[in-house]
């Protein structure tokens, strides 16, 4: 695919401080060729002057068709890591690096495909966007994906979770997404990847 036909977002991009308006407005998207496949565009959602953010990679199977972002299994970690974080999970803005939902289509099934550095660059307006509008005091990295966005270079979760760190004038800490955990077996690893995902976002709420 060529530049000229993966234009990036930004001519989609509505002039407006309005998350309402910038979701309505990321219907229309053409800026890379993700909206053919996905059923429809998965905007951020949740508390438009929410002091904490939250950025996960792309949605889901789940997402895609509700069109709601965090519905599906890793909505499901996340709001029980939210709750024992003692965070208000009305009290965030939650959204994704990517808006649509990149998969390949095996039979019936619709197997999630990691998007690349050039879909996160072509969506990146709209992320931009949602965070002028919010203006969140802290962002949340949920997996390299949104760290990529948020950060704008390579990032090693393993090295770089739970630190608090800084950009463009806001606090940022990155963690593990979600859904690492959903694939987990051994109850152990599941309750230690959970207890980091919690404290991780303890760190971020301090900031908030
Ligand atoms: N995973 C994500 O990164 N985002 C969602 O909205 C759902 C699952
Ligand atoms: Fe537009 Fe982002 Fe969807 Fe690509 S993934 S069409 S840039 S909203």
């Known amino acids: ?39 429809q565009v998965v905007f ?33 970690i996340l709001q029980d890591a939210l709750a024992a974080a003692g965070i208000g999970s009305d009290r965030v803005y ?22 690349q550095v050039a879909h996160i660059t072509a969506c990146h307006p709209w992320l931009e966007a949602e965070i002028r ?9 949920l997996g390299a994906t949104a ?10 979760i393993g090295q770089e979770r739970g630190m608090r760190q800084e950009s463009g004038g806001r606090a940022v800490v990155v963690t593990a997404h979600p859904s690492a955990i959903v694939r987990m077996r051994d109850h152990d690893e599941r309750e230690r990847a959970l207890a980091a ?5 303890r760190l971020a709420a301090t900031e908030a």
């Open 197 to 201: 995902l919690v404290d991780d976002l």
């Open 94 to 115: 939650l959204t994704n690096a990517v808006k649509h939902f990149r998969f390949q289509q095996r039979g019936k099934r619709r197997i999630h495909e990691k998007p």
């Open 1 to 39: 695919m060529t530049d000229a036909q993966r234009p990036g977002a930004g001519a989609w991009v509505p002039d407006s401080d309005d998350v309402d308006a910038l979701r309505e407005a990321a219907h229309a998207c053409r800026g890379c060729e993700l909206w053919r496949d996905a059923t």
């Open 133 to 141: 509008s919010v203006q969140p005091a802290v962002i949340v990295c």
């Open 147 to 156: 760290a990529r966005a948020v950060l704008g270079r390579d990032v090693r």
């Open 44 to 76: 951020g959602d949740g508390d438009q002057s929410a002091r904490l953010m939250l950025v996960g990679e792309q949605p889901g199977d789940k997402e895609d068709l509700a069109g709601e972002p965090f519905v599906g299994p890793a909505g499901r």
